[in-house]
């Protein structure tokens, strides 16, 4: 049975209570999750004790929601013996004979902070997570660091180093490249995310325990991609402000088939403590009800489109200018070519099919990372909507209509309740105005909010064509086949005598008159005067 999320908070807090003890002391058992309570001022004591000879090092890590806990090896912390922030670690390398270690906790925040803390062991051929650290302060750093924004979410961690035997001399990072170094370690990093809205800090603690030790990593999380020693440690994702994201670095030896974990961290990709803009409210007032006027126009495009031709017009050419600017809206209202609405309609629907294709998993292949190789296959998936639609312009417009119209439903929904649809339209439009972003892995979670959304869509796609359909079937067709609407100019042309352009002159006499005027303007003009000589 699922217990609700205020019984599990009391359940944590209890847990932690008893953790912890009034001494600030908490017996840990390698392997084992507990609950802790931390505050500023009585740091807690964390011990480990009867560790087994053949462990040669220990990985104790605490995590926390939204304060920042400090670990350290010290009761008083420096910069070269503690880390701070919501997901630290430390790693132990253990000395010959020894059998207890202990670390010192204590959160930044005044008031009681609920965390979670675990110690994991490893052994003498399992790699070193952050063992070849040059970039920050521990002299062993297995912590990976993130930083975010809105549009992108950034995770960095030190190299691994290989394993050894306690009472060893570490083996040396720079030692070369060969099969008997550290480049023979690869990186599989790994994503995990938390249940869609829910911002609950028990939860992240039930979740965070699946992303610490390696089978359950493997077991859990989505692996984005594989780093050697070759690649940077740097990899960016796309940000899904509201949704909790959990990553983790597996290094494993290709040599000796060990493997050992980093420390995960977690994100949401917004602040707690913002007064705008924070996770529990992601969409400002003035964002909301654009996408709700948004929404009404959609509806009114999925159901009415197609019997107010002129009015979808201007609001899809609006969104192809918008999107594109392909072609210019102004121009079309000279000239009101229907092959031009079409394709304007046509490329309306091929770029949401195109950002459908690239929302999957197709999008996330390393080959798409450059621009010149990813616009041109967007480009060319686009285009085959109107391409194949172009013999079929009263389909195309009653899809476009149907499935455009229903979609701008979605992106209304996503400003009161996440959901991972909206960034079908969402992730294109950050590579469009970010130079950077191609870098970034775009995957996102697809959980039960998003099936129910994806099913309403779906009905309103459908409901919207076939509405439609049974509304004009005993209509006449329209927009007209461009080829249709020349070929019958041509025949009225040539049957009707009545029709000026029936008695329009051959081609042949009409390039000959116009030689002839162009002749004349270099002639000379003769005076109107006596020209011939007077009689004697």
């Not at 049957?495 to 029936?502: G, K, Y």
Request: aromatic residues 10%; glycine residues 6%; hydrophobic residues 45%.
């Amino acid at each position: 049975m699922r217990l609700p999320p205020c019984v599990l908070l009391l359940l944590g807090l209890a847990e932690a209570l008893r953790g912890a003890g009034a001494s600030g002391l908490l017996e840990l058992s390698l392997g084992k999750f507990r609950n802790v309570l931390l505050n500023q001022t009585n740091p807690v004591e964390a011990v480990i004790r009867n560790i087994a000879s053949n462990v040669t090092v220990v990985i104790f890590q605490v995590h926390a929601q939204q304060n920042s806990v400090v670990i350290s090896f010290d009761k008083n912390p420096s910069a070269n013996s503690s880390g701070t922030g919501v997901d630290k670690g430390l790693i132990s390398i253990l000395q010959p004979q020894q059998t207890v270690c202990s670390w010192y906790l204590q959160s930044l925040d005044a008031n009681q902070v609920l965390s979670t803390a675990i110690s994991i062991p490893y052994m003498e051929k399992d790699p070193i997570p952050g063992g070849c650290n040059l970039e920050f302060d521990l002299e062993v750093d297995p912590n990976i660091y993130l930083d975010y924004t809105l549009v992108d979410t950034h995770i960095k961690f030190a190299p691994a180093n290989l394993g050894y035997a306690r009472g060893a001399n570490p083996p040396a990072c720079d030692s070369g490249t060969g099969q008997n170094s550290r480049w023979r370690l690869r990186y599989d990093v790994y994503q995990y995310f938390l249940p869609e809205n829910n911002l609950s800090d028990m939860v992240l603690m039930s979740h965070i325990r699946k992303m610490s030790e390696v089978q359950s990593i493997k077991a859990n999380g989505v692996k984005m991609l594989t780093l050697t020693t070759d690649d940077k440690t740097s990899v960016y994702f796309s940000s899904l402000p509201g949704q909790g994201v959990i990553y983790n670095v597996i290094v494993w030896d290709t040599l000796w088939n060990s493997s050992a974990a980093y420390i995960p961290v977690h994100t949401y990709a917004c602040s707690f403590v913002d007064l705008v803009d924070n996770c529990s409210s992601l969409s400002k007032l003035s964002t909301k009800i654009f996408f709700t006027v948004l929404a009404v126009l959609g509806l009114f495009t999925c159901f009415f489109g197609h019997r107010f031709w002129k009015t979808v017009r201007l609001i899809l050419t609006a969104v192809a200018g918008i999107i594109g600017g392909l072609l210019l809206v102004a121009s079309w209202w000279r000239f009101g070519s229907v092959l031009l609405c079409v394709l304007l309609i046509g490329l309306v629907l091929g770029f949401l099919f195109s950002s459908m294709v690239f929302f999957s998993p197709l999008g996330d292949y390393r080959v798409f990372r450059d621009d010149v190789v990813f616009w041109v296959t967007f480009s060319s998936v686009a285009l085959m909507i109107p391409v194949l639609f172009v013999g079929c312009p009263r389909i195309l417009n009653l899809l476009a209509c149907g499935i455009v119209g229903s979609y701008s439903v979605v992106l209304a929904i996503a400003c009161y309740v996440y959901t991972s649809l909206a960034y079908i339209t969402l992730d294109l439009l950050r590579r469009i105005l970010n130079d950077y972003f191609s870098r970034a892995y775009t995957n996102v979670p697809f959980q039960t909010n998003d099936f129910i959304i994806l099913a309403v869509w779906i009905m309103l796609a459908l409901s919207g064509v076939t509405v439609q359909l049974r509304r004009e079937r005993s209509e006449v067709p329209f927009p007209p086949h461009p080829y249709l609407i020349w070929k019958r100019e041509r025949e009225r042309r040539s049957t009707n005598i009545l029709d000026p352009s029936h008695h329009i002159r051959p081609l042949r006499e009409r390039i000959h008159s116009k030689l002839l005027q162009i002749k004349e303007l270099f002639q000379k003009e003769q005076s109107a005067g006596e020209r011939t000589p007077l009689l004697l």
